[in-house]
Structure formats: structure tokens, C-alpha cells
């Protein structure tokens, strides 16, 4: 307490919030552990699809290529989003589950954020939470981009046609992938400062 001595009326503020139980590592541990991604969640294989589509749009706008080769691809695409839909929607509600645990944590980090401390040791704390490459500040960020992307594909015309062309899903759900598995090892340390 010797750090926070001169912020009376800070730590009363902070100790004055409702308790949050602590189920941010263990959930994401075990979403961790329930990745099973098939192949078009690989990013050579997804880029290839994708590249190819938009290319033979391209291609056949132009007249250069029959506009069927597109028409393939686009559905094509589309049934490969609709197979991997429960694999999509798992990583959705996956996020979702995040986000609100993260928002329990979203004030006292707040509050955390916009203080400034004395101590080299709580700065140096605070530094590690907000100021670094893997800061929860940037990973809640980034959480809440992904989750708007999930959002935008909620009617079945986005669904279509964000998946015919650019396979939507399989992206978003390979960015929440990314996200857990450069924040994951981070966690820990966050609620441990």
C-alpha cells in the first residue's frame, strides 16, 4: 500500500467497484484448447480461393474469361462458409463470452489507465497493462473490432455476399484465432499486475 499512499480518494474509488470473479485465463485457456480448424482456415488456402474469385470477377467483367468460372467460385465459397458455419459461430459466441468479461474489467482498467502513480513499481505495472505491444487496452480493441465484424454479416444478402467474394467468416473467425493466440499468454500477467 506504500505506493498508492496520497490516493485516498483513487483507492477507495477502485476497491468501491463490484467484485469480478476472475474467469478471463481459464475461459480463454479453453477456447484455446477447442480450436479444430479445417483446411480453408489456412491462410494459403484461403488467400487461394479468395484470389481466385475476385480474379475471375475481374477477369470476367473484363470479358476475358467466361463469367461461370466466378459463379463457381462465388457459390463454391458460399457452401464452404455455410459447411463451417458451427466452427464460425463457435468462435463467435467464443468472443462474445470474452467481451463480457472483459467489459468487468473494462472500468477498473480505465481507471487504472488515466491515474498517475509515483512508484516506479506501479508504473512499471502500468506500463506492462497499457503501453506495451500485448497491452489489454489494445487486445479489448482489437476484441471489439472482431465482434463487429462478426455483427456485420448478420443478414442473409451480407452473409452472401461478404462470403462469395471474400469468404467473410472463414476471415473473421481466423482473426479471433490470431487474437487468442497472441493474447492468450498475456492474461495471466494483466490480472496478475
Not at 479445417?38 to 484461403?46: E, L, R, T
Amino acid at each position: 500500500m506504500e505506493e498508492l499512499k496520497g490516493l485516498t480518494d483513487w483507492r477507495i474509488d477502485f476497491h468501491s467497484q463490484p467484485f469480478i470473479e476472475d474467469h478471463l485465463q481459464e475461459m480463454s485457456q479453453s477456447i484455446f484448447k477447442k480450436r479444430k480448424m479445417s483446411g480453408f482456415f489456412n491462410p494459403v488456402i484461403y488467400s487461394l480461393s479468395v484470389m481466385i474469385t475476385l480474379l475471375s470477377l475481374i477477369l470476367g467483367l473484363a470479358g476475358v474469361i467466361s463469367m461461370t468460372l466466378f459463379g463457381c467460385m462465388f457459390f463454391f465459397q458460399i457452401i464452404t462458409a455455410t459447411i463451417l458455419s458451427r466452427t464460425i459461430s463457435h468462435s463467435n459466441m467464443h468472443a462474445e463470452k470474452l467481451k463480457k468479461e472483459f467489459r468487468g474489467y473494462h472500468y477498473i482498467l480505465d481507471k487504472i489507465s488515466r491515474q498517475q502513480f509515483k512508484s516506479p513499481k506501479l508504473n512499471s505495472l502500468h506500463d506492462e497493462l497499457f503501453n506495451s505491444d500485448n497491452s489489454s487496452s489494445k487486445a479489448f480493441g482489437e476484441l471489439s473490432g472482431i465482434l463487429n465484424m462478426f455483427d456485420q454479416r448478420n443478414s442473409e444478402f451480407s452473409f452472401i455476399l461478404l462470403n462469395g467474394l471474400f469468404l467473410y467468416d472463414i476471415y473473421v473467425t481466423r482473426r479471433f484465432n490470431r487474437w487468442i493466440t497472441r493474447y492468450l499468454p498475456h492474461i495471466g500477467t494483466w490480472w496478475s499486475a
